[in-house]
């Protein structure tokens, strides 16, 4: 039987209470006043039990009672199922319970910070079905007002996106209140490149001053591999005899104070890393300086890690971080992030990752080495 669009009713009420403390609603004699109270509406919802109605008040207008009636109506229509007690706040808060299993302790971590620091105190006392485009559009306009960074807010946005996303595909909600909203775009910022002539300075100052992080860099210069995946290489990933190794550990900061190992950042790193002469030698060094540091140490833990603490445990970020900005500067370069050494301009630029032909691979990675060599003898 087809549903009648206009169903429920539309009616004044106000918040007296009779001598019992009883809400009068509708039925207040005073509401003979045009002044007096506000506007309501009431629907009754499909249950499989007992009937369920659905009261809201506190409406300026009949007209906003009306809307927000159609409004209960065009989501019953449309599958959404309604719960006009479950406000953003709550809604948020189980979302983010249901979601961190599937997620990475950065992502978590990250996601908590927006929920508890901005969503919530921003809209968490809102209806979850209430919350709008404008209401996202005055949060964003707010904030930058305040001098928030747009690549921040933009994040945080994004948080509240992915979660309404799923309010949508969960049948709670008709629409993304977020998915349209509009923050400015910083200007992108100009990457710092090293010529091969630089990176070749910077590895010469690395060997000079023998730094204990040297064979790391020239590593990550050769191969073009990220600072994680560097980091949380293994030796049982490394097959010197194929002159290749394998990317499956990244290791990422989780707080200012531990770091933990996870699956590298895409799909496409997952694979296997062809080997210079340049990066062969320096994991050689790299296994020769490490059975040093193992045979001088009291207690060595060995978690088979390529690069890591003179006790065998992982190197944290900020520690390369910082050899990279102190040996930097000692060799006259422009500052560049740990990043950018995988973005180096050296002669030949590409993808040295597995969806290319070994021969591919191989090409590129020597015609990286042949260019640092190159530089190397000319500065000779």
């Known amino acids: 039987m087809r549903q009648n669009p206009n169903r429920g009713r539309v009616y004044r009420c106000c918040a007296c209470r009779d001598s019992s403390d009883k809400l009068f609603g509708p039925r207040c004699p005073k509401l003979s006043k045009a002044r007096h109270g506000g506007w309501g509406f009431a629907v009754d919802l499909p249950s499989l039990d007992k009937r369920r109605t659905m009261r809201r008040t506190g409406f300026a207008t009949k007209a906003a009672a009306s809307q927000a009636r159609a409004h209960v109506l065009e989501c019953e229509r449309a599958g959404v199922s309604l719960d006009d007690s479950e406000t953003v706040a709550d809604y948020l808060t189980r979302w983010l319970e249901t979601k961190s299993p599937t997620l990475k302790p950065n992502t978590i971590n990250r996601y908590t910070a927006y929920l508890h620091n901005d969503l919530i105190p921003a809209f968490g006392a809102i209806a979850l079905e209430r919350l709008t485009h404008e209401h996202v559009a005055q949060f964003i306009a707010r904030e930058l007002t305040a001098g928030r960074g747009p690549v921040t807010l933009r994040r945080c946005i994004t948080a509240l996106s992915s979660a309404l996303n799923d309010a949508r595909r969960n049948h709670r909600l008709p629409h993304n209140a977020a998915r349209f909203a509009k923050i400015p775009r910083p200007p992108r910022p100009e990457l710092t490149c090293w010529s091969t002539n630089q990176a070749s300075a910077f590895l010469r100052q690395c060997r000079t001053v023998d730094d204990p992080l040297a064979d790391l860099f020239e590593l990550m210069i050769c191969t073009g591999m990220r600072k994680g995946e560097t980091l949380g290489l293994h030796w049982a990933d490394v097959d010197l005899e194929a002159r290749a190794l394998f990317v499956r550990w990244t ?38 300086r490490q059975r040093r540091q193992q045979l001088a140490a009291r207690d060595y833990d060995d978690l088979d890690l390529v690069f890591a603490r003179p006790d065998g445990q992982p190197l944290r970020p900020q520690y390369v971080l910082d050899h990279l900005r102190r040996l930097t500067a000692d060799a006259g370069l422009p500052a560049v992030r740990v990043h950018d050494l995988r973005h180096k301009n050296v002669a030949t630029t590409v993808d040295l990752y597995g969806h290319l032909t070994r021969d591919a691979a191989d090409d590129g990675v020597n015609a990286t080495c042949a260019a640092l060599d190159a530089a190397d003898a000319r500065a000779a």
Do not use: C, E, I
């Open 251 to 288: 290791l990422v900061s989780v707080d200012n104070s531990r770091s933990m190992f996870n699956a590298p950042k895409t799909k496409g790193s997952q694979a296997w890393v062809a080997l210079s002469d340049r990066a062969f030698a320096a994991l050689q060094r790299q296994r020769r």
